[in-house]
T-cell receptor
Framework: DAKTTQPPSMDCAEGRAANLPCNHS???????VYWYRQIHSQGPQYIIH???NNETNEMASLIITEDRKSSTLILPHATLRDTAVYYC?????????????FGKGTTLSVSS | GAVVSQHPSWVICKSGTSVKIECRSL??????MFWYRQFPKQSLMLMAT?????????EQGVEKDKFLINHASLTLSTLTVTSAHPEDSSFYIC??????????????FGEGSWLTVV
């Protein structure tokens, strides 16, 4: 799987949009970009994933650059409950049955 | 989303005893489940991959005789920590892959189980 690079920490004011970047410059054509988050002392929670096109669901939006070398997870209106570690993971179609490998992620702190 | 449940949420056991942690997929069948361990302030570390009806595949450095994994049905995998020692104290997390294996599948995680060995 391609490696990802994320900033170790970010701050965001409550009610504002949180934009979490992820660099995956070595991503190959068959690799998806997945985002999970882990709130303290809980298991990771699935947020969103995509291949080429931008994706949106009730939790967040995923913006993938045209060259697919980076992506941004957007939480449109951050709340205190969004404080968590956010993980960006790439995973190939040839590894559909394999586990997600976690890096260090970005610790997002939302404050009032 | 799909639900994965772990039990117990937390357990305290005496050094030298064994403890079992269950992972269940509640609303889907999972041919593949994964077990992770997480120490404080660290990321999740994959321990093993569990496939229904076959032996688990362990990551390098994980003792298969100490961490026994059984995936007897499509909705249940168990992790047994045998002869537990204080250094085994950790947060254990399972995840499950729904249905047939195909690209773009979403993997869902349990709530995690805290193990403290005293």
């Amino acid at each position: 799987d391609a490696k990802t690079t994320q900033p170790p920490s970010m701050d965001c004011a409550e009610g504002r949009a949180a934009n979490l970047p992820c660099n995956h410059s070595t991503i190959s054509g068959n690799e998806y970009v997945y985002w999970y988050r882990q709130i303290h002392s809980q298991g990771p929670q699935y947020i969103i994933h995509g291949l080429k096109n931008n994706e949106t669901n009730e939790m967040a939006s995923l913006i993938i650059t045209e060259d697919r070398k980076s992506s941004t997870l957007i939480l449109p209106h951050a709340t205190l409950r969004d404080t968590a570690v956010y993980y960006c993971i790439v995973r190939g179609t040839n590894q559909a049955g394999t586990a997600l490998i976690f890096g260090k992620g970005t610790t997002l702190s939302v404050s009032s | 989303g799909a639900v994965v449940s772990q039990h117990p949420s937390w357990v305290i056991c005496k050094s030298g005893t064994s403890v079992k942690i269950e992972c269940r997929s509640l609303d889907f069948q999972a041919t593949t489940m994964f077990w992770y361990r997480q120490f404080p302030k660290q990321s999740l570390m994959l321990m093993a991959t569990s496939n229904e009806g076959s032996k688990a595949t362990y990551e390098q450095g994980v003792e298969k005789d100490k961490f026994l994994i059984n995936h007897a049905s499509l909705t249940l995998s168990t992790l047994t920590v045998t002869s537990a020692h204080p250094e085994d104290s950790s947060f254990y997390i399972c995840s499950a892959l729904p249905g047939e294996v195909r690209s773009g599948n979403t993997i869902y995680f349990g709530e995690g189980s805290w193990l403290t060995v005293v």
